[in-house]
């Protein structure tokens, strides 16, 4: 009856949250500017993102309509604590630099909006795959952006990566470039935006030539003509 | 099924059913708090002992010195409407140093805050920043991570309370600063001769307080930056 393979679709690239629904825009530009902490806010939105999804879709018969809404909201603010406790007891200095994006997991759209628009309609295993999904895109996408924004701004990639995985991780680091001038726009907020354009615009340019592999462009005509004019 | 959802007993039901979701919820917030109580404790104090240990020498590092700790009554001079704490360091049973928490407010991107030991000349052994949210790149060159120059404070000592040698070279002082950012050096170098003047003035009351702030409140202290 569930088409996983659409939902996996969904989630990675057809309405991938962050590329394409545009969806907690916020922490994704705010935290990108090395690759751990985007890994560190990816992984915590997509627990988070999951364990939302499998508890709304199992109380989704005990919760009237009336109170549907608050309720999501406690469940998902009791579940962002706990995974804020918990960064905060294990991997403290990613905590740190994360700081206030931990906590506004809570409002990010892309939790409540698949708790409402999903889970709470389907079965406990489809919105579990679709929590795991979502997380998934938005947290690819927040994985990119790091990375580039790493590798232009500081010229490094992976680190300080012993934050997220204990001291092994030092030797993770790889110096890509080594000047006195750095990209250093890419690190700062405008280079979060200008990357991100990059990377919808990618995605569209991608969409669109498979489109038109599958048939021929005829439909754009009209509309290059109307330009030109 | 309209009317039935306004009436009383079901407004109740309602009423009854969110709050035992909301219980359920609390429960399992205090129930990840209790478990990860002792593990938080444990990084806050890694923390500050690595934050020691970056700005005492090894031999006045020892296993109370997170005890021996003062909350202080806020000073403009330690550049912060919050309490901020200073540990003494022994070394033979004797106070040779203090460790304040300091904080430089205006930095470019907002506080600076830093660990800032001195010993009881008020000749500073040296300082870390602790946090900051100075620029990459340009500011951030005051963290001991991409450069030596917060080490430049070590050694150095004020004079009188207007020494103008406390100052970035620009403005005609000893410490040099970073092309392209001059305000995050200043704020720097203001907070540290500010703290230092605030020692001058208060180190015999200090060291005639009782320890206060030992552990939890010194913990709770610090939940507040």
Redesign the interface.
Same mark, same amino acid.
């Given at each position: 009856m569930t088409n996983f393979a659409a939902i996996a679709n969904n989630g990675l690239w057809k309405n991938n949250p962050g590329i394409v629904q545009l969806l907690g825009l916020c922490p994704l530009l705010a935290v990108t500017?090395s690759t751990v902490n985007a890994i560190g806010l990816g992984l915590a939105t997509m627990v988070v993102l999951l364990a939302s999804n499998i508890t709304v879709s199992m109380?989704r018969t005990?919760? &009237?309509k009336?109170?549907r809404i %608050?309720?999501f909201v406690?469940?998902i603010?009791?579940?962002v &604590?706990?995974i804020e406790?918990?960064m905060?007891?294990?991997t403290?200095e990613l905590y740190?630099n994360l700081g206030i994006f931990i906590p506004l997991i809570v409002t990010n759209c892309i939790i409540i909006g698949r708790a409402e628009a999903f889970a709470a309609k389907n079965t406990v295993k489809a919105a579990a795959f679709d929590g795991l999904m979502m997380g998934l895109g938005f947290g690819l996408v927040l994985l990119i952006l790091g990375m580039v924004r790493e590798v232009l =701004?500081?010229g490094t990639l992976f680190a300080s990566m012993d934050l997220l995985l204990g001291d092994w991780a030092k030797q993770l680091e790889i110096v890509v470039y080594q000047s006195d001038h750095?990209l250093?726009l890419a690190?700062?907020p405008p280079g979060a935006f200008l990357v991100m354009g990059f990377l919808i615009a990618a995605k569209n340019a991608i969409d669109k030539a498979l489109e038109s592999r599958s048939k021929p462009a005829v439909i754009l005509e009209p509309i290059n003509h109307n330009e030109q004019t | 099924m309209k009317s039935s959802?306004t009436s009383p007993r079901s407004i109740m039901k309602?009423a009854l !059913?969110?709050a035992s979701?909301?219980f359920v919820?609390?429960s @399992?917030?205090v129930a &990840?708090?209790w478990a &990860?109580k002792e593990?938080?404790e444990q990084?806050?104090k890694?923390?500050l002992i690595k934050g020691f240990s970056q700005v005492l020498p090894q031999n006045m590092l020892d296993q109370n010195l997170l005890e021996r700790c003062i909350l202080l009554e806020q000073d403009p001079l330690l550049g912060s409407d919050q309490k901020k704490s200073v540990w003494l360091a022994k070394e033979q049973d004797k106070v040779v140093a203090m460790v304040f928490q300091t904080t430089a407010p205006d930095g470019y991107n907002g506080d600076i805050d830093l660990l800032l030991a001195s010993d009881l000349t008020q000749k500073v052994l040296d300082v870390r920043v602790i !946090?900051h949210k100075e620029? %990459? =790149? @340009?500011g951030d060159r005051i963290d001991i991570r991409k450069s030596d120059w917060i080490k430049s404070f070590s050694e150095k000592s004020l004079h009188e309370s207007n020494d103008s040698r406390w100052a970035v070279t620009k403005d005609g002082g000893m410490f040099d600063g970073f092309t392209g950012a001059t305000i995050t050096p200043r704020a720097v170098v203001k907070a540290v001769k500010n703290t230092l003047v605030y020692q001058g003035m208060h180190q015999s009351e200090i060291l005639e307080q009782a320890y206060n702030c030992g552990d939890d409140s010194m913990l709770k202290d610090d939940q507040d930056d």
């Open positions: 500017n109380i005990k919760v &009237t009336e109170i %608050p309720v406690m469940v603010a009791a579940f &604590t706990c406790l918990l905060n007891a294990y403290y740190l =701004g500081a750095k250093l690190v700062l | 959802s309602l !059913s969110l979701f909301g919820a609390t @399992l917030v &990840t708090h &990860t593990a938080i990084q806050r890694q923390q !946090s620029t %990459p =790149g @340009l």
